[in-house]
């Protein structure tokens, strides 16, 4: 997936704006719940993506979590289990997470900013792109486990598999 940074980098800003901007410059839909929180639909190859960005006063973070469109059945829940331990031993930043109530798999990661004065437009797009690369490689493994057709091992090694150019 490419993404386009904003034309314009001011050095720091508030993080909320500076994802604002970096939402404008794709094209993505953007939703303001509150002065710091903010909902992004961004199309993937996979799936359309629902990021919800986050920033956090009393920690000087800001938050990102990405809600798959993947829901696991209880049968599949300890596969998925499975998965999501070898996916996440395999990630540097951020995690996935599973939400029992509803089999719901999401990514989540926080920006730590204490001490810096806001963020930069680098950071902001570092932090998407990243995320959405990590959705996009676990997506099939997931969806594969949610529909059952391979098995935890399966999946994992083919979402962790390097490969070169696309077919």
Request: aromatic share 8%.
């Amino acid at each position: 997936m490419q993404v386009r940074a904003p034309s314009q980098s001011a050095p720091l800003g508030h993080p909320i704006e500076l994802v604002q901007g970096f939402v404008d410059a794709n094209d993505w839909r953007l939703h303001h719940a509150s002065p710091h929180e903010v909902s992004v639909e961004v199309p993937g190859k996979w799936s359309d993506y629902s990021l919800t960005l986050t920033w956090q006063d009393q920690f000087s973070a800001l938050h990102i979590n990405v809600g798959l469109d993947i829901f696991i059945i209880d049968q599949q829940m300890d596969e998925a289990r499975r998965v999501l331990s070898r996916l996440n031993q395999n990630i540097w930043m951020g995690h996935f997470d599973l939400i029992e109530d509803d089999g719901g798999v999401v990514f989540r990661h926080n920006l730590l900013l204490r001490g810096t004065g806001g963020a930069t437009p680098e950071q902001i797009e570092d932090l998407i792109d990243m995320t959405l690369g990590e959705c996009e490689r676990a997506y099939p493994a997931f969806f594969q486990i949610a529909t059952g057709v391979v098995s935890a091992e399966t999946a994992s090694t083919t979402a962790l598999m390097e490969t070169l150019g696309s077919a």
